[in-house]
C-alpha cells in the first residue's frame, strides 16, 4: 500500500502532536518539517527521524512535494499555507482549528481549496474520545425522542474553543445546516490575545431541521463543576422528547433516556485522539468515498456560524446564513465592543478574565 509523505509546518504543541501520530502510522511518513525557529526545528528533526527541515514552508512543499500539507500555526496565518500546500501539489491540507479568524479570510480559503480540488480537513479531533463517541451513539439510537435542543459550554476563549463546540453540536445533530444566528458578546480582554476574541460571547442558532442551538464561550459561561481541569470545564449535549446525553470534555458522559439513566467516563486525551484523525486521512486518499469526518466543509459550516455569531454581536438582530459578503469580524468586535469590563461565572476565572 502506497505511503503517503507529509510536510508538517510549525513545530509546537500541536505540530509535534501531527508529526508524531503520523510517523507512527505505518501509512505515513514525515519527509520534511518547518518552523522559523532554528532550536524548535533542531528538536523537532531529532526527535522525528531527521527528515528534510526549513524555515519557509513555501519552499520546503516545494522540494519535498508531499502527498499531504499539515500546518499547525497559530489562527492569524492560514491562506498563504493553504496556497502554499496547493501549489505544492499535495493532495490534502491538514490544519488547525479555526478555520479562520475572519470570513475575509475563511471565504479565500474555500475559494482555494473548491478551485483545486484539494482535499482539507481541520483538526476537530476531540470527537473520538470514547465519550464523545458514547453521546452520539445514543443520540443516534433514537432513545432521547425527538431531539429538539444540542448545547455547547466551554470556559475558554472563543477561537480556542468555540470551533469544538460547534462542530460537536453540529454532529449531535447529523451535520443539519444551520439558517441563521443571533448572538451577544462582552468583554475586550481577549481581543489582544494570540487566539483573538471577546471575553465572552453567547448565543442562539436555529438549524434548518428546527433544532435550537445554544452555545456560550468564555469568562460568563457556566461553571462544569464535575471537571477540575480549567481548560476542559466544556459540556456538550442533545435534549430530546424523552431525555438528554452529554459529554463533558474532561469529565466522561450521561445520560438519561428512555430506558434509564446512565454514566461513564472518558477525558480529551491527544494521545488517544490523533491516530483515529491520522488514519482517516489516508482513508480519503485511499478512497474519495470515505469524506473524513473532520473535512472541510462540515468544518466551513461551523465556521460561517462563528462568524455569524461575531456579527450579531456587534450588530445586533439576526444573522442569515450563509454569509453572503466578507468582513472583518476581530476588526469589527476591535471596534465596537461596550469598554465595559466582563463579569465572570466563577472566581477561577479572573485568573484569564481579570
Ligand atoms: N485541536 C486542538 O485540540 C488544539 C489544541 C491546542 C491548539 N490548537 C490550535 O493549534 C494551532 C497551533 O497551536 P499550538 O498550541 O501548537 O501553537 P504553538 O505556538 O505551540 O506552535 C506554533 C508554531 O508555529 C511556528 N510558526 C510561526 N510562524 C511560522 C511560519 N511562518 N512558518 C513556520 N512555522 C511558524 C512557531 O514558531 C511555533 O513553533 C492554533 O490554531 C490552535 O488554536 C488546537
Not at 123 to 128: D, P
Given at each position: 500500500m502506497k505511503k503517503y509523505r507529509v510536510v508538517v509546518v510549525g513545530m509546537g504543541k500541536r505540530g509535534m502532536h501531527h508529526a508524531a501520530a503520523f510517523n507512527a502510522?505505518?501509512?505515513?511518513?514525515?519527509?520534511g518539517i518547518c518552523d522559523i525557529d532554528d532550536a524548535r526545528l533542531e528538536a523537532a528533526a531529532a526527535k522525528l527521524g531527521r527528515p528534510q527541515t526549513g524555515k519557509d514552508a513555501a519552499a520546503l512543499a516545494a522540494a519535498v512535494k508531499p502527498d499531504v500539507f499539515c500546518f499547525c500555526t497559530?489562527?492569524?496565518?492560514?491562506s498563504s499555507l493553504i496556497e502554499a500546500g496547493i501549489r505544492s501539489g499535495a493532495r490534502l491540507i491538514a490544519f488547525e482549528k479555526?478555520?479562520?479568524?475572519t470570513t475575509l479570510e475563511g471565504r479565500r480559503i474555500k475559494k482555494m481549496l473548491d478551485d483545486s480540488g484539494t482535499k482539507a480537513v481541520i483538526?476537530?479531533?476531540?470527537?473520538?474520545g470514547a465519550h464523545y463517541q458514547k453521546v452520539k451513539e445514543i443520540i443516534a439510537g433514537g432513545?432521547?425522542?425527538?431531539?429538539h435542543t444540542v448545547y455547547g459550554t466551554a470556559t475558554g476563549w472563543m477561537t480556542h474553543m468555540l470551533s469544538h463546540l460547534i462542530e460537536y453540536m453540529r454532529w449531535f445533530n447529523n451535520d443539519v445546516k444551520a439558517d441563521w444566528v443571533m448572538a451577544q458578546a462582552s468583554g475586550r480582554?481577549?481581543?489582544?490575545?494570540?487566539?483573538?476574541?471577546?471575553d465572552y460571547l453567547g448565543g442562539f442558532i436555529q438549524f434548518a431541521n428546527g433544532v435550537r442551538g445554544i452555545v456560550e464561550c468564555g469568562a460568563g459561561a457556566p461553571d462544569v463543576?464535575?471537571?477540575?481541569y480549567w481548560w476542559r470545564k466544556c459540556r456538550i449535549g442533545a435534549q430530546g422528547t424523552d431525555g438528554f446525553a452529554e459529554v463533558l470534555t474532561g469529565g466522561g458522559w450521561r445520560a438519561v433516556t428512555r430506558n434509564g439513566a446512565s454514566a461513564g467516563e472518558g477525558c480529551m486525551n491527544y494521545d488517544l485522539d490523533m491516530p483515529p484523525y491520522i488514519q482517516q486521512m489516508a482513508d480519503w486518499l485511499d478512497d474519495d468515498?470515505?469524506?473524513?469526518?473532520?473535512?472541510f466543509a462540515g468544518a466551513y459550516e461551523g465556521f460561517e456560524i462563528m462568524m455569524g455569531l461575531c456579527r450579531s454581536a456587534v450588530q445586533g438582530g439576526q444573522i442569515a446564513l450563509p454569509l453572503t459578503a466578507d468582513a472583518d469580524e476581530i476588526a469589527l468586535l476591535r471596534e465596537r465592543l461596550p469598554a465595559g469590563k466582563v463579569l465572570v461565572a466563577?472566581?477561577?476565572?479572573l485568573k484569564e478574565y481579570a
Open positions: 502510522n505505518p501509512r505515513f511518513e514525515v519527509a497559530l489562527p492569524h496565518l492560514r479555526p478555520v479562520a479568524l483538526s476537530h479531533q476531540h470527537r473520538y432513545t432521547l425522542g425527538r431531539v480582554g481577549k481581543l489582544a490575545d494570540l487566539h483573538p476574541s471577546p463543576p464535575e471537571v477540575s468515498a470515505q469524506i473524513h469526518p473532520c473535512g466563577m472566581p477561577e476565572n
